[in-house]
């Protein structure tokens, strides 16, 4: 099992900057990607931003330029940079992990949420 443990969630006034961190723990043989996904009040989950353990990084297109994820080397921790926040920010943010448990065997793991509201 694999246990993802988020924070930095919190309220910031639009324009502001929030850090959001996730740290994977458990039977991880291999990480594959981490990445973050937000979901709205009535609205879907979507996602946010990706990178693989080999550093390639997508973003969706409303957070490009403001968001920043990326990973301390050789660890399980992944971080969120948000700048320039806007309302339409406003959202619980999941941590996702793609592990391998071992040679053959993978899963997709999800952090509780941290809520992350943007206004004045």
């Known amino acids: 099992q694999v246990e993802l443990v988020e924070s930095g969630g919190g309220l910031v006034q639009p324009g502001g900057s929030l850090t959001l961190s996730c740290a994977a723990s458990?039977?991880?043989?291999?990480?594959?990607?981490m990445g973050w996904y937000r979901q709205a009040p009535g609205k879907q989950r979507e996602l946010v931003a990706t990178?693989?353990?080999?550093?390639?990084?997508d973003y969706r297109d409303s957070v490009k330029g403001r968001f920043t994820i990326s990973r301390v080397d050789a660890g399980n921790t992944v971080y969120l940079q948000m700048h320039s926040l806007k309302s339409e920010d406003t959202a619980v943010y999941y941590c996702?992990?793609?592990?391998?448990?071992?040679?053959?065997?993978?899963?997709?793991?999800w952090g509780q949420g941290t809520q992350v509201t943007v206004s004045s």
């Open positions: 996702n992990a793609r592990v391998y448990s071992d040679y053959t065997n993978w899963g997709d793991y």
């Open positions: 458990g039977s991880i043989f291999r990480i594959i990607a």
């Open positions: 990178r693989t353990a080999g550093g390639s990084t």
